[in-house]
């Protein structure tokens, strides 16, 4: 009804035709909405719009100030038919003839109000159409440029890399292709490598690159006495194959999935089911599942076909991808609803997968990169043809369990992982509550709209509204036993929705504001042969996914590429690790990176393979030594000439304070304390928050594995800059501020961490001070204390403890203890416990 | 514009060397006065430059969670009053205020009896009565008030953190940035969050019995100073090696604020040091009936004490029934420690600098909803502002004779957002940050200085 133009689908690109006829408003549809204006707007202005339009709560879920808020309508359906005013609930409303609905509820409208109303409903109800933007659909020049330009959308070169590698041939320093194509940049700058890193440096910091996790003293004495030459081989492929591997690379992953356990935003509603994306996030770098299948499950993984059960449950889990983002299910409008949850997809698949940010054109043509608005709306037709599943509605003002709906979760067939069993007892209480239930329903069927019904209970309330309570919570009741979300197989996705196609641009980025319908489709600004057109009958997520999964997107893989590269170096090779737009970095050494994307791709898309090449290249080893010259021409380390020291991540720190205490469990927990909590609004000062505080002070598990309520971080990850969970995080802050050495001189879980510490020390049977002391250097640091460091390690040991026999005691650890206590928890809090080089 | 952080010479770094909340050595040199406009990425917080010239050196923020009822509190409407059990334009039946009006001050300024000490006061307002806002819902509103959002799923910085980013603290060894009590809903931690901005710009909550987390030594004074030596020894060490990650450095001034901090924090937040007759002028009690009242102190001390930015909270009034009672109750816990608070403000000299903001997500419809309530109105409601910068005794704006919609002076979320950083120096236009490819700003696209209620 509002499309003005009629559209045509053209190569790889889109063009809106503009449709002749369609231009010029007939003369009759002018006088139609000349009615509306002088008759019918002023009505709903004065009558309607102080409880149903966009600026008030809009009772019912019903607008009268829009045309979509009255043809869709609220709660009870459409509240107007064009051309059928007795189809239409306005009409029955506003004449009062029905039994229940009466409007405007304390007064009448007047006789030719009504007739007023009628009478435009029967002549189409005609509303002033929006105005298209002249812009939409118009070639832009200059996007063909960028198109044709800008670095990250062109074609992968297979041939440039080569010949710069070429050049290195003879270089001895070099060990791979990697080296060679470093050598060749510091070559042309005039700087050396520094020298090699030791051995006892190394292995901690591949330990912690690949694992999150210290190596243990003997794993280090080990490799430093290893002298035969693949002695560091057998370490990375000790670390790769481990699962420590997969919990740390998994969250990588899981920061780039901003992943969070429940909506955030303005009302608060738990995920219970979320920790299966992020078990299935490990598991697949466990497995080194291929980067392409990898991105194919976590888009499509529904319409892929699966060869068991356990498979496709999985796939189906992966989709959670797509719904684990903030939402703001207080939300009145179902449109807005639909349309920023479509919006947080997009941006998070672009940003995601390709380094892109296209919710730009939400509202308006990119203004850097090509990105039309109607790119932005070919792929939100692949999301609206999807069901957002995450077990949430749209409300506003709801209460308790309003926002659940479970008819919106997918159903998992062969997990056993976190399902509750079975209850022996379960089929003979359904058939109680459903019965429960029918005999409630009956008893207010029996008195609703009757004389008996109006009667006034005791509290002044009708019998019927007593009659409704009691059956709505017997229907709870019954619902509560028959969800499959309360035995736990299900999970969170999308799935194709019943009715798929293509969706209109919207004006602005204006939920309701209907432009012309594009067809749905992909970005135009990479083009990727062998991909195929949107097969009509599905929502096109299967043809997305083989889109962004092709060997011939050039952005995939590189994007991929660049994350791994950060990960080992600290900085990516484009700095800008989710924007390889315009605005974004530019690469420090494009053939490198093409080089890495190719070998990704070639070596069958596999992760651990090409970590393992990077972690092999000599450049990877390099000492962490600064000399002036260096520093003065390249002071940030970009051309690679030593290894740049980096700080821990929060899951590190506080994973490696609990290895080196012992306290460290290893196990997987099954499920999440968010798969207890029902799907009712959390307050962060409330009981469900409280208990996932406490489960998250109390876990000795690794960080990964902790409860991640949006707004309730655990304290340990907050204050060293966790991942924000609101958008894609390719890259960390890393702050260093007060707090956070408040948190390492004075929080209970480090105290916690340090007694252990020395209390491990301390059952070393007949042990010397200065082997405990070795010890506890060897434990946190990987290395041996000096000379100095002994002595003052010493002094230190020996005055707190004399002085604490002094004191009164405060706590019931003897002296010698908490000395040691005091001296663990200096050595934790330290900087070399957190950096590594 | 300063999304990336580029190396500094280690030469460049000793000097200007500093961390989190602050510079420590350097304290002395970098007075207040003094401002730089390039950031230096080990130092964030140091003063900046401001775009214009300051009017508000920092700001407290008053915030009434849950909408109170303008119009039977600061909104005088006589035809309101005359049309009790009228139908009013768009729809309902109009309900009068059932609370007594007069005018008080030079300025003649009608306020309810409510609000008895704060009518003594009113000399100094400066009135906002035309705001408007987008989402009718206590969630987003909540969280476009202080994050400048109307999509509620979008994750942004809130105006805080974008007024330390711009601004840096005044205090080094404050946070620059408190929330005191904020909403456990409501978009929590969102309202204080620094979202794309690096953490050090984000909020630092403390609940209404001034608690910070982790200030609290777990062994003696004594014996924290000789391990935080020992730290500090291993920290130099490290620094000293070569080729060590000039980050180090920051570490090390981070402990020696952090052991300040919490010598100096507690002390500030504690507001029994306070002379028995300021703490009988703010109402200070235990227990919920005197929160406000303490916060009120404790924002006061703090602003003081130069943090930039200070949030204080009393949540409870959405009156969607019960709004007679529910007022009487509500306004007497805020009414007279928020006049204490620009009494103390204005005796101690600190009103001249220091701007107060009073006022709720949005405002009351002058219709009746069930019995004795209110709705909520998104499209004309007032908020306060008083000292630093804004005009005193000044009215800006205008609803209709009724109160429901703003038709004179109209303000939107985002015009307030642009004017308040106006008055702390800063431009809205100028003011973003580069996340992902494009430069975000406080007020998006959008936002006007209302200058008008400037005072120049």
């Known amino acids: 009804m509002f499309r003005l133009f009629c559209v045509s689908f053209i190569s790889s690109s889109i063009f809106l035709v503009p449709h002749a006829s369609a231009q010029t408003i007939p003369r009759d549809d002018e006088a139609k909405i000349d009615f509306f204006e002088r008759k019918v707007r002023p009505i709903f202005a004065s009558h309607c719009n102080n409880c149903h339009s966009a600026n008030t709560n809009s009772k019912g879920g019903l607008r009268v100030d829009d045309r979509n808020g009255l043809t869709v309508g609220g709660n009870r359906g459409p509240a107007i038919v064009p051309g059928e005013p007795g189809k239409s609930l306005l009409v029955q409303a506003i004449r009062k003839t029905g039994s229940k609905l009466k409007m405007p509820p304390d007064h009448d409208l007047t006789e030719q109000e009504i007739a007023d109303i009628t009478t435009w409903i029967k002549n189409g109800a005609a509303w002033p159409k929006v105005r298209v933007p002249a812009a939409i659909g118009r070639p832009n020049p200059q996007y063909e440029k960028l198109r044709k330009e800008h670095w990250a959308w062109q074609p992968i070169d297979g041939t440039k890399w080569k010949s710069l590698a070429a050049t290195q041939r003879d270089a001895q320093w070099a060990r791979d292709d990697i080296d060679r194509l470093v050598l060749a940049q510091l070559q042309a ?123 496709r449950d999985a796939q189906l889990i992966a989709t959670g991808f797509l719904v684990l983002g903030v939402k703001d299910v207080n939300q009145r409008f179902k449109v807005r609803f639909i349309m920023d949850n479509v919006d947080e997809q997009i941006d998070t698949v672009t940003r995601a997968f390709l380094a892109t940010s296209a919710s730009c054109a939400r509202c308006h043509d990119h203004k850097f990169d090509p990105i039309p608005t109607a790119d932005y709306y070919a792929l939100a037709g692949i999301f609206t043809s999807s069901d957002h599943c995450a077990g949430l509605r749209n409300k506003m003002g709801g209460g308790g369990l309003d926002y659940y709906d479970p008819s919106l979760l997918l159903t998992l067939t062969n997990v056993s992982v976190g399902v509750k069993s079975a209850d022996p007892s379960l089929e003979a209480r359904i058939a109680h509550a459903r019965a429960e239930f029918e005999k409630a329903k009956a008893e207010f069927d029996k008195i609703f709209q009757k004389p008996a019904g109006k009667q006034l209970n005791a509290d002044g309330k009708p019998k019927q509204m007593i009659a409704r309570l009691a059956m709505t919570q017997k229907e709870k009741e019954l619902l509560a036993l028959t969800d499959p979300g309360s035995r736990g197989t299900v999970a969170l996705g999308v799935r194709d929705a019943k009715v798929v196609g293509d969706t209109e641009i919207r004006i602005r980025g204006e939920a309701e504001k209907l432009g012309p319908t594009v067809p749905r489709g992909f970005l135009s600004l990479i083009h990727v042969p062998d991909v195929g057109k949107i097969n009509p009958s599905q929502s096109g997520r299967l043809d997305l996914a083989n889109w962004l999964a092709s060997p011939k997107n050039p952005l995939t893989p590189r994007v991929m590429a660049n994350r791994i590269w950060k990960h080992l170096f600290g900085q990516g090779i484009v700095s800008s690790m989710d924007n390889f737009g315009v605005t974004g970095d530019l690469p420090t050494n494009p053939e490198l990176l093409d080089h890495l994307a190719l070998r990704l791709m070639d070596n069958g898309w596999s992760v651990k393979k090409l970590i393992r090449a990077i972690v092999l290249s000599r450049t990877y080893q390099l000492g962490y030594d600064a000399p002036k010259e260096h520093l003065a021409i390249d002071p940030a380390n970009t051309l690679h000439w030593r290894h740049s020291q980096r700080r821990l991540d929060a899951e590190e720190i506080r994973d490696a304070m609990l290895a080196v205490a012992e306290k460290l469990d290893r196990s997987r927990p099954v499920a999440s304390p968010t798969a207890e909590l029902k799907v009712i609004e959390m307050r962060n000062n409330g009981p469900e928050a409280k208990r996932i505080e406490d489960e998250a002070i109390k876990s000795n598990r690794r960080s990964v594995y902790l409860p991640l309520v949006r707004g309730l971080t655990p304290r340990p990850l907050e204050v060293f800059d966790f991942a924000e969970q609101g958008f894609v995080t390719g890259k960390r802050d890393t702050t260093i501020v007060a707090p956070q050495a408040l948190y390492l001189l004075n929080d209970s879980f480090v105290r916690q961490q340090s007694q252990a510490l020395a209390a491990r020390l301390l059952k070393t049977p007949g042990a010397a001070d200065t082997e405990l002391i070795q010890l506890a250097y060897r434990l946190t640091l990987g290395r041996e204390a000096n000379g100095k460091e002994m002595e003052r390690a010493k002094f230190f040991l020996g005055d707190v403890e004399s002085r604490l026999r002094d004191e009164t005691p405060t706590t019931k650890l003897d002296a010698r203890t908490t000395a040691w206590g005091v001296f663990t928890q200096a050595l934790l809090a330290s900087a070399e416990f957190r950096y590594v080089r | 514009m300063f999304s990336s952080m580029s190396p500094l010479s280690r030469r460049q770094w000793l000097r200007t060397t500093a961390a989190g909340f602050g510079q420590v050595a350097l304290a002395g040199m970098l007075a207040a006065q003094e401002r730089r406009t390039t950031r230096d990425p080990q130092n964030p917080l140091a003063p900046r430059e401001s775009h214009f010239p300051v009017k508000a050196k920092r700001i407290i923020f008053c915030f009434m969670e849950g909408a109170m009822s303008q119009l039977d509190t600061m909104e005088h409407k006589p035809t309101l009053q005359r049309s009790n059990l009228r139908t009013g334009p768009g729809g309902g039946v109009l309900t009068a205020s059932k609370f007594r009006f007069a005018q008080h001050g030079q300025t003649g300024t009608w306020m309810s009896n409510l609000l008895p000490n704060m009518s003594r006061h009113v000399d100094k307002f400066c009135w906002l009565r035309g705001l408007h806002t987008d989402t009718p819902a206590h969630p987003q509103a909540v969280i476009q008030l202080h994050t400048g959002v109307a999509n509620a799923s979008l994750v942004r910085p809130s105006i805080g953190a974008w007024l330390l980013y711009g601004l840096g603290t005044e205090n080094q060894d404050l946070p620059g940035y408190i929330t005191v009590n904020p909403s456990p809903n409501f978009g929590g931690a969102t309202n204080y969050g620094s979202a794309f901005l690096p953490a050090h710009y984000q909020g630092t909550r403390i609940n209404d019995a001034g608690q910070m987390a982790n200030l609290r030594s777990p062994i003696s004074n004594s014996l924290q100073r000789r391990q935080l030596d020992l730290i500090q020894g291993m920290n130099r060490d490290f620094a000293g090696q070569p080729g060590a990650s000039e980050q180090v450095d920051g570490v090390i001034q981070s402990f020696e604020l952090a052991f300040r901090m919490q010598d100096r924090v507690p002390a500030l937040l504690d507001i029994s040091r306070e002379p028995q007759a300021v703490q009988d002028m703010y109402g200070v009690r235990p227990g919920p009936q005197g929160s406000f009242a303490r916060q009120c102190l404790m924002a006061r001390r703090l602003s003081e004490a130069g943090v930039r930015f200070v949030e204080i909270t009393q949540s409870g009034w959405d009156h969607h029934s019960n709004l007679h009672q529910g007022l009487i109750n509500q306004t007497s816990m805020v009414d007279r420690p928020v006049a204490a608070l620009l009494t103390d403000l204005e005796r101690r000299g600190l009103l001249d600098d220091t701007l107060v903001l009073f006022g709720s997500e949005f405002g009351r419809m002058p219709t009746q909803q069930g019995p004795d309530g209110r709705d909520h109105n998104i499209t004309g409601y007032p908020m306060i502002l008083a000292g630093a910068g804004v005009k005193a005794g000044y009215s800006y704006g205008a609803t209709d004779e009724v109160g429901t919609h703003a038709v004179e002076g109209r303000m939107h979320m985002t015009d307030l957002h642009a004017t308040l950083l106006a008055l702390m120096g800063l431009d809205h236009e100028q003011l973003t940050y580069r996340y992902g490819g494009r430069d975000f700003r406080l007020t998006d696209v959008a936002g006007r200085v209302v200058t008008e209620i400037i005072d120049s």
């Open chain 1, 189 to 311: 700058k005039k700087i050396a490598p520094v020298n090699d890193a030791d051995r006892a440096t190394l292995i901690r910091r591949v330990t912690f690159d690949l694992t999150g996790l210290p190596p243990s003293p003997k794993k280090v004495a080990d490799f430093v006495n290893d002298e035969t030459a693949s002695a560091f081989a057998k370490v990375v492929d000790r670390l790769l194959g481990s699962v420590a591997f997969a919990e740390r690379w998994g969250r990588h992953w899981l920061d780039v999935a901003r992943y969070g356990e429940s909506t955030g935003s303005g009302r608060n509603l738990p995920y219970p089911h979320a920790w299966r994306y992020r078990d299935y996030v490990i598991d697949s770098f466990n497995a080194d599942k291929p980067y392409d299948q990898f991105v194919r499950e976590q888009i499509a993984g529904d319409l892929l076909p699966a060869k068991t059960a356990e498979q």
